[in-house]
Structure formats: C-alpha cells, structure tokens
C-alpha cells in the first residue's frame, strides 16, 4: 500500500510536469516554424537594396550624347567602403555635376552637387524585384532661396540592359520643367 501512495503522490507533480514539458516543446516548435518561415523574407531583397545593387552595376566609365547628340560622359565609382555611389557628369561648356546615391531604408537618397550652387535632395522608393528604372522625386535642397530659383527638380534612371543606361534630368526654374535626356553607353572594357 505504501507503494501505491508513494505513487499516487507524485502523480499530481508528474502531470504538472509533463504539463510543463509539453508546453516547452509547443513553445520551441512554434519558435522554430515561424523563424523559418520567416527567414527567408528577412532576407529577401527589397527595392531599395536591388536598386541600389544596379547603381553599384554602373560602376565604371560611360559616353554618349544628349537629346541634340551633343557628347557627354558620366563615371559611377563605389565610395564610402561600398556603401554609396559617386557619379560624375560632364559635358562641353558645362561644369561637372556630382550627384551620390545612397540607401536611406526603404528608398535610395539622392544629394545632387550642382554648377548653380544648390545641392537638391531626392528620392526613390522601388518596388521590390527587378529594377528597370529608378525614379527620383524632389524632397528639398541645400542653398536655394527660393523654390522658383533654378534647380534639378527629378531624375529618371533607365537601365537598358548591363552597358546602356537613359537619365532624364529634370530642371525646374520659375515653376516651368525642361527635361534633359542623356543617353549612355559603357565604355568598351569596362564591364563589371
């Protein structure tokens, strides 16, 4: 009989037990199927990032000419340990413009160092997947008194294939726009 007590005893902190134990393998099962399943989505490339892994593809030296075939050129170099990209434009009678993209969260942050002294700031929000264009929108500017003075106001990048690329440079001056298109090709070697 003594046996039979002993057991009946413990039988109330057996079930709390195994109560306990059951609740532990729950808790870690759940644990693991939703960061597994999760996992890959944390990691999935966003818009922003596969964007600015096409900006990252430009790195090198391009030709080509504008809307009226005159010649202009344009570098892309990888600065600030890879995590912005320094373009360089230049074309005939024209001081260079230097534009840097960067990351900035869900988007891709555009500061535009311009001839006129003004350093318009813009952005892009990609949807996630392939990125075909980069769409650049006004956001404010350094230096610019007034929202009527003279400034590039949006920036459309299309990218044509690996070595051709299309940039729409929009000026806004008095509240009238005037697009500039330049139209690019990689120079020959410079595949990256």
Known sequence: MRIF???ESNAPSNVAGNIRIIKQILFT????????VSWPATFAKTGASAGVQKLESLAGDWEGKDERGKPVKTSFKLIAGE??????????GMEEMVTIYSQDGDGIALLHYCPTNNQPRMRATPPPGEVKELVFAFEGAGN????????????VIEFMDKDHITEHWTWRSNGKDTETVYRFARKNGQTK
């Open 5 to 7: 007590s002993a057991v």
């Open 83 to 92: 995590t912005a990209v320094l373009e360089t434009l230049a074309m005939p």
């Open 29 to 36: 099962f759940t644990f693991v199927l939703l960061t597994h």
């Open 144 to 155: 610019l008194t007034s929202p009527d003075d003279g400034h590039e106001h949006k920036l």
